[in-house]
């Protein structure tokens, strides 16, 4: 745990603050400026080197007795000036410690004069009282020896007990080695601490890394696309490697030194790492500790750096590769198609064998409530046997103690809305966590909803933290003075509460039961029922005492809860090593002086508990004749009091001590003789009775306080029940040293035995051997998890989430039943020593696998997987796109790279490679990779557009998708993206060179739309949604098909969700293609229709607007099927009928026998088309003129063609090309009025942009186009518009050019027949189109 020092300096230096960036960026200028003062200045202590104006040293976290605690060690070859910088911040870190410490400097063959490195030295020494030492390698070899030598060198001259690496290109802040430290003492399983990297401007750099199956290492950091703060990089974790940039290890765990393999330099820390790790110890990201990072000091050409890390990393996987087969893969693509936050927890939760979310109402404090503690141990020991636990709260400060206690045990702390269940996915996948615990009743009610939709597979195991019911019982029962007896059934209790009162089911029978009473009883059965129906949805209850245990048998028995509900009893729980320590303090009898309550106001049985206090137990303690004189009662408690509390300071002479919340028990614990619980009602296991036992407090108590809790009266406990007894009995124990010590010796032993963290364990065990028994998915889970931890390998047929479940999509992997097997054939004209393209993007590289069967049975299982070229003794590269000949590369010379290589195909699978994109969640978009030449782009023109950092490919070709003028696009993940239009020009150029600008380029071409693969997997990209200006408590209606039927039970929506954010709402309707539109609220649910949508027929969301306004509706505008004879289409357009030239065309083109997602995505990508007619065995016509459903004609004469025609308009805004100060004119209904005063538009709003001027058109039903500039008017017009019939907006041109017209081709202005009356005209076209509400479904 975090101690309170450490949460004093948190609060003195928020991490991740703006504070702490400002710190940051200030920090190289004031350790210059303690440098300089140091060397120009003959002072013992300048003032420049003071972190807060004296030299204060932290408090040790362990007793040292004198023992040399750190080693430093900083190696350097020239940059003298770094090096000074880096010396210095070094030494003012240590200087802070209260251990005694030394400094290695080693000079590995400078060329430049070390002179003011010496004279810092002595300074330093002079300044700080720590020795440093210089060596140089001179001294022992000719020339530089690199990193890794330099550092062995220096290991053999070491004493301390823990090693501090630490290049010369690091500054450290006051407190990053005290942090250090202190995370081997909280993390006893630890071998190596490394800290939170971050640049000179504050840039988060490096939070942990990765190591993937290639040995290609990863640093986890804000250059994935997230946030500095991201709560994803604020918690101490397991990490895959720490880098020796800054590290500090356990002595033991690196006397043999570093690999010499790897000289000069690079991987010698990763292998270092993998070191620690197979001796069983981890290596920690710790967030709290944080290094200024400058890099690139030693070597700085980016050419032989790179030759440096690609030779060293083969050397690293060839070590290690029976470990990295377990690792996850670098080359999939599933790492850039997640959404950032959920790809980033994958691989930050790589190393815990099993994903945990927890839901609680609030952050959990040590100092706060008992619940809190038991839940943070709770946590600790879900975190001590592996679990990775990620904890969702209502509100969380993540500035605060509570948060930080939580992230410095290693929990991943999240606020509600920033919650990412896959909802934000193009195509939901499966949840990232394998068990969810909810804490409470109330926070289960919120979320259960949302868990069985984003969720429904995983196991939930549902912590009541006490039965919320029982307490609820006997506060009902204890305001109206009937006692609740715990020796008969929960239901006697329950008909006896019933026939005091006459209570029957129906209501009330006479006067003694008041209307009060029965509307407090039938609230109380309400939520009864809300809280047996939440344990009925979960998979497994957790209750906290014998008692519940009963009660909830008593229920299954009544049939109230399903007979198969598994139910465990975790208590309690406290820290086994806090029990210790805590009895083993000196207790002194006779100093202790007065009683103590604990209780959180908040809570109405702790009020209850002081009312009893004061109005009966202190005033028979006042008229006691032994009450000594020094009886004084204290009470503590957090929140606000109640007002008649105020006002007591005294009772009956006995002073009572309100001290309100105090942040340390322990103050107060420690000097008080009695613990009083006079609770009345409640329900669980009372913490402030076990805080009081474990500090050798002997307490005296009701008979309900200490329910469930194993004591026994007169043992470990004094109990009593009246006020005068209980005051009777609170002088035997307070007066009487032996039964004093008595009852607190067996109260701790009773602590000790059944609430310490190892009896919990227990239970926890229990509950998770049953998950793992009913749950086959995580006993798989759990077996793959300890076999690819051990790092012993065989991962390689592993489905689950380490293994080819973590890299592969679950819709990409092939069963057995597939037919899959002897597809793949052998190439046989490659030569034995050549490869295919090793520049393509590969599906994944995995090092000397041992036969090509497991090359075979690898590719086999992944739909993506084209080829792959095998060698027994070297990498295995596996294929996702089209193979050829023309693309082969030499795998190095028969001395480097010795023939033997074999390539296998599958020319099936190849044919269909690239992926489809969909577009507008309907047309099929498909791209190709045309160039893999890693320095080489499209030469860009004028109208190519451009976008700098696409993390991803994907995100790429959706933004292409997007723009149908996008023909292709050149991507690089850290450069620019070009976007090229139709008009772009087969001609590459080169983007600079390998030094300036790093390869990786990749080039995709869009390929025509006749010639598209349709049976590859479809990303969905969201469609268009309209928004429904509406006041905000008001929803869409019910459905004609509800209407019709006469059932109220029908439900007026397709789906609902619970408390779904914007993002979310929209992705789960565009998701569903019978999604016509959606009205969501952040706090409420959100609800998907199937119906054809009206604004004018919205209604309030509940009678007499009980529920809370914010409601936001939106109509999804897609094509709409036409409900005419199977055999009719459209006719034609009005120009080819008025020509009288019967040759033009009635369409816009024609296509032979598409089938219907064909003929959609061919209309859809082409922003003419108005709407299709469709027929799998003959034509598919695509229009570009109005249409009307009522102007339609058979298809042929004498109806020689067969039925089976769907017809279908598009009803969207269509861009008007006219020149760019041209507007709409006049209408008919002005131009014949002869009225020049008659508008010649629907309305006019000013300065709009082109989203809002095309909502506002979008809303109005009677709006059939607009014409925007966005430093104009907006004109929204109403009669059918023509594009020929256009004008300049105002005379001799004086307005700007800038405008934009569209028309709204939808069944409204389609009708230009209908007369003036346009609202019957659309009634009857309604009528027409929803005559059979199914047939109104998206198809």
């Known amino acids: 745990m975090a101690t309170q020092m450490q949460l004093e300096e948190f609060a003195k230096m928020p991490p991740f603050s703006s504070e702490e960036g400002k710190w940051i960026q200030g920090a190289e200028r004031r350790i210059r400026g303690c440098r300089d003062s140091l060397l120009h200045f003959d002072m013992p202590v300048p003032e420049a080197c003071l972190f807060d104006g004296q030299i204060e040293r932290f408090k040790s976290y362990n007793d040292t007795n004198g023992v040399l605690t750190v080693s430093a060690i900083l190696t350097f070859s020239n940059s003298v000036e770094m090096t000074s910088l880096s010396l210095t911040g070094l030494v003012l870190a240590l200087s802070k410690l209260s251990h005694k410490a030394e400094v290695i400097l080693v000079d590995d063959s400078s060329t430049e004069s070390t002179i003011m490195i010496k004279r810092l030295g002595q300074r330093l020494t002079r300044f700080s009282g720590i020795e440093i030492r210089i060596v140089r390698t001179t001294q022992t070899f000719s020339g530089p020896i690199g990193y890794g030598m330099a550092n062995n060198l220096a290991l053999k001259q070491t004493n301390g007990k823990y090693i501090l690496l630490l290049n010369n290109d690091v500054i450290l802040f006051k407190t990053t080695i005290l942090y250090l430290l202190l995370s081997f003492k909280s993390h006893p399983d630890v071998g190596a601490v490394v800290p939170r990297f971050v640049g000179s401007e504050g840039k988060l750099q490096e939070a942990g890394s990765v190591i993937f199956t290639d040995g290609r290492a990863m640093q986890l950091g804000s250059s994935l696309g997230l946030d500095d703060d991201d709560p994803i990089f604020r918690y101490v974790r397991s990490t895959d490697y720490g880098s020796a940039a800054c590290l500090l290890i356990r002595r033991e765990l690196i006397l043999g030194g570093f690999d010499s393999i790897y000289r000069p330099a690079y991987y010698e820390d990763t292998d270092l790492s993998m070191s620690i790790r197979r001796s069983g110890f981890h290596v920690l990201y710790q967030p709290f ?59 930050a939760s790589r190393l815990s064998l099993f994903r945990i979310i927890f839901f609680e109402w609030s952050v959990p404090c040590f100092d706060r409530d008992s619940g809190s503690v038991r839940t943070i141990n709770l946590i600790r020991v879900l975190l001590s046997i592996g679990a990775h636990v990620t904890f969702v709260a209502n509100d969380v400060d993540y500035d605060s103690p509570c948060v930080y206690q939580l992230n410095w045990l290693g929990v991943h702390v999240i606020k509600q809305k920033a919650l990412d269940l896959g909802w934000g996915d193009d195509v939901k996948s499966s949840c990232d966590y394998d068990i969810i615990f909810v804490s409470r009743r109330d926070s289960f009610a919120m979320w259960q909803r949302l868990l069985e939709i984003a969720c429904p597979e995983v196991p939930v195991a549902f912590d009541t933290v006490d039965l919320h019911f029982l307490r609820e019982l006997r506060e009902l029962m204890a305001a109206k003075g009937v006692s609740y007896q715990n020796d008969i059934k929960f239901s006697q209790n329950i008909y006896h509460y019933k026939q005091r009162f006459q209570i029957i089911d129906r209501g009330m029978e006479d006067a003694s039961a008041t209307e009060n009473q029965v509307a407090r009883y039938r609230n109380w059965l309400i939520k009864l029922s809300d809280e047996v129906k939440l344990m009925n949805s979960s998979t497994a209850t957790i209750v906290v005492s014998p008692v519940e245990v009963k009660i909830i048998r008593e229920l299954k028995a009544m049939r109230q809860l399903r007979p198969d509900l598994a139910v465990f009893h975790i208590s309690n729980i406290h820290d086994d090593e806090t029990l210790g320590s805590l009895y083993s303090k000196p207790s002194n009898f006779a100093q202790r002086k007065g009683c103590l309550f604990v209780g959180n106001w908040a809570h109405p049985p702790n009020v209850d508990a002081v009312q009893f206090l004061i109005h009966e137990i202190l005033p028979n303690l006042a008229k006691n004749p032994r009450t000594p004189s020094d009886l004084v009662l204290h009470i503590v408690g957090a929140g606000d009091p109640p007002m008649w509390v105020n006002d007591i300071r005294d009772v009956g002479g006995i002073p009572v001590v309100m001290h309100g919340f105090i942040k340390d028990l322990d103050s107060i614990l420690a000097h008080v003789r009695v613990a009083v619980a006079p609770l009345r009602y409640g329900a669980g296991v009372k913490g402030k009775i076990n805080s009081a036992m474990i500090h050798g407090v002997p307490v005296v108590a009701t008979p309900m306080a200490i329910e469930g809790m194993f004591l026994t009266a007169n043992e470990d406990v004094v109990v009593a029940e009246n006020g005068l007894s209980f005051a009777s009995r609170l002088l035997d124990l307070y007066l009487n040293y032996d039964l004093w010590n008595e009852i607190r010796t067996a109260a701790f032993v009773n602590v000790r035995k059944h609430f310490s963290t190892s009896t919990a364990k227990h239970g926890v065990d229990k509950l998770l051997d049953f998950f793992f028994t009913t749950q086959p998915h995580l006993q798989r889970i759990s077996e793959d998890g300890n076999r690819a931890l051990q790092g012993t390998g065989g991962c390689d047929r592993i489905q689950s989430k380490y293994g080819i479940g973590a890299i592969v999509p679950s819709d990409r992997i092939m069963t057995m039943n597939q037919g899959v097997h002897g597809n793949f054939e052998q190439d046989t004209m490659i030569p034995r020593n050549y490869i295919f393209d090793a520049n393509m993007n590969f599906l994944d590289i995995v090092w000397a696998m041992s036969s090509v069967d497991k090359a075979k049975s690898r590719c086999e299982s992944d739909k993506a997987c084209t080829g792959w070229c095998w060698h027994p003794g070297d990498w295995t590269f596996f294929y996702y796109n089209a193979i050829s000949h023309e693309k082969l590369q030499k795998r190095g010379n028969i001395g480097e790279f010795p023939p033997g290589w074999a390539c296998w195909l599958n020319r099936n699978r190849i044919r269909n490679a690239p992926l489809i994109i969909q577009d507008d969640g309907y047309s099929d978009v498909r791209f190709d990779i045309v160039s893999h030449n890693s320095y080489r782009v499209y030469k860009p023109k004028a109208s ?103 059932n109220n039970n029908v439900k007026p929506y397709l789906k609902e969700a619970w408390r779904l954010n914007e993002k979310q709402a929209r992705a789960l309707c565009a998701k569903d293609r019978k999604c016509t539109g959606y009205c969501n609220h952040p706090d409420d649910f959100t609800f998907l229709y199937e119906h054809i949508l009206d604004e004018h027929h919205m209604q309030q969301r509940g009678e007499l607007n009980q529920y809370p306004p914010g409601w936001t509706c939106y109509i999804r505008p897609v094509f709409v099927h036409v409900q005419r004879p199977s055999n009719f289409v459209f006719g034609r357009n009005e120009k080819a009928a008025s020509s009288g ?37 003959d034509f598919t016509f695509l229009y570009e003129h109005i249409l009307d459903e009522h102007h339609m004609q058979q298809r042929g004469e004498l109806n020689q063609y067969p039925p089976g025609w769907t017809c ?57 186009g607009y014409c925007n500039h966005p430093d104009d008017f907006t004109f929204l017009y109403e009669h059918i518009l023509d594009e020929h019939h256009m004008q300049q907006r105002g005379e001799l041109n004086q307005y700007p050019p800038g405008w934009t017209c569209y028309i709204r081709p939808n069944m409204l202005a389609s009708i230009r027949k209908a007369g003036s009356n346009m609202q019957l005209a659309y009634a009857q076209l309604q009528s027409g189109i929803q005559g059979d509400p199914l047939n109104g479904r998206l198809n």
């Open 944 to 1046: 190519t557009m451009l976008e700098w950092r696409l993390l991803t490919s994907d995100d790429a070709q959706r933004r292409c998708v997007l723009n149908y003028d996008c023909a292709a696009y050149c991507h690089h993940p850290e450069d620019w993206t070009f976007f090229y239009d139709i008009s772009f020009a087969d001609i590459f150029l080169e983007r600079g060179n390998s030094v300036y600008n790093a390869p990786g380029w990749t080039c995709y071409k869009r390929i025509p739309h006749e010639v598209a693969t349709l049976n590859a997997r479809p990303l969905l990209v969201n469609p268009v949604f309209v928004h429904v200006q509406r006041p905000s408590n008001f929803v869409f209606g019910r459905n004609e098909k509800a209407a019709s039927s006469g």
């Open 289 to 347: 500790a944080v290094a200024l990072h400058k890099g690139s000091m030693t070597y700085n050409n980016a050419t032989f750096k790179s030759g440096l890390m690609s030779k060293n990393q083969n050397l690293f996987a060839r070590k290690w590769w029976q470990t990295l087969e377990c690792h996850y893969s670098h080359w999939v693509t599933n790492w850039t198609n997640r959404p950032g936050i959920r790809r980033v927890l994958q691989l």
């Open 1141 to 1177: 030239n019967n040759n033009v065309k009635p369409y816009l083109k024609e296509a032979w026998r598409l089938n219907e997602k064909q003929a959609r995505a061919l209309c859809a990508k082409d922003r003419k088309c108005t709407g299709y007619c469709n027929h799998p065995d």
């Open 1208 to 1264: 279908y308009i598009r009803p969207v805004f269509v861009h008007v090309q006219r020149p760019s100060n041209f507007v709409f004119g006049r209408n008919e209904k002005a131009a014949s009025s002869g009225n020049n005063n008659v508008k010649p538009y629907l309305k006019e709003a000013w300065r709009l942009n082109e989203k809002q001027a095309r909502a506002l058109c979008a809303k109005d039903r009677k709006c059939t």
